[in-house]
T-cell receptor, first 115, second 112 residues
Framework: AAGVIQSPRHLIKEKRETATLKCYPIPRHDTVYWYQQGPGQDPQFLISFYEKMQSDKGSIPDRFSAQQFSDYHSELNMSSLELGDSALYFC??????????????FGEGSRLTVL | GNSVTQMEGPVTLSEEAFLTINCTYTATGYPSLFWYVQYPGEGLQLLLKATKADDKGSNKGFEATYRKETTSFHLEKGSVQVSDSAVYFCALVRNTGNQFYFGTGTSLTVIP
């Protein structure tokens, strides 16, 4: 079965550069979530989109922005990168909001390293 | 507020030992509760879930019961295997929102 696809899987950037992560949800899933997981930490919710509109916002820095496109894929744009942005970024998708379905399907993550 | 507190690791067990990973939660309303598992280098995978009080989630020999009176959702397995070595995350989602709240994760290592 098709899963959540994230790209790139690994990304190395330098401080103050920009990075874009992409997420392709499971077909027919209309909700996308972004999470940031630092080394040895739990995933922290950044932002979510439902039907191409922002549905919830967590601890996403102002330097980051995201959107969901008409084909439901999502992109997370990160600017003015800092060393502390080095983390594993997970995308997850669901059909409808989790209050209805109660389950997220996660991608394998994009590992960002900022030097 | 909403939060999840789970037992700190790492936990090391011998194969066929009994496993318990404690999880308690604080939430407004009536959340759904989950256990996710993360194998090395992979994303989180749903292990089991329970959507209302007294529900028992089970999968692959793992079980957890939604206890509203103690606000707990402890994960148990009667006989662990080496292949169960992973990080386990307890999580909740409120019934009025779509934001998951994760615990800090418990690393389990099972040795032969």
């Amino acid at each position: 079965a098709a899963g959540v696809i994230q790209s790139p899987r690994h990304l190395i950037k330098e401080k103050r550069e920009t990075a874009t992560l992409k997420c392709y949800p499971i077909p027919r899933h209309d909700t996308v979530y972004w999470y940031q997981q630092g080394p040895g930490q739990d995933p922290q919710f950044l932002i979510s989109f439902y039907e191409k509109m922002q549905s919830d916002k967590g601890s996403i820095p102002d330097r980051f922005s995201a959107q969901q496109f008409s084909d439901y894929h999502s992109e997370l744009n990160m600017s003015s990168l800092e060393l502390g942005d080095s983390a594993l970024y997970f995308c997850a998708s669901s059909l409808g909001t989790t209050s209805n379905t109660g389950e997220l399907f996660f991608g394998e993550g994009s590992r960002l390293t900022v030097l | 507020g909403n939060s999840v507190t789970q037992m700190e690791g790492p936990v090391t067990l011998s194969e066929e030992a009994f496993l318990t990973i404690n999880c308690t939660y604080t939430a407004t309303g009536y959340p759904s509760l989950f256990w996710y598992v993360q194998y090395p280098g992979e994303g989180l995978q749903l292990l089991l879930k329970a959507t209302k009080a007294d529900d028992k989630g089970s999968n692959k020999g793992f079980e957890a019961t939604y206890r509203k009176e103690t606000t707990s959702f402890h994960l148990e397995k009667g006989s662990v295997q080496v292949s169960d070595s992973a990080v386990y995350f307890c999580a909740l989602v409120r019934n009025t929102g779509n934001q998951f709240y994760f615990g800090t994760g418990t690393s389990l290592t099972v040795i032969p």
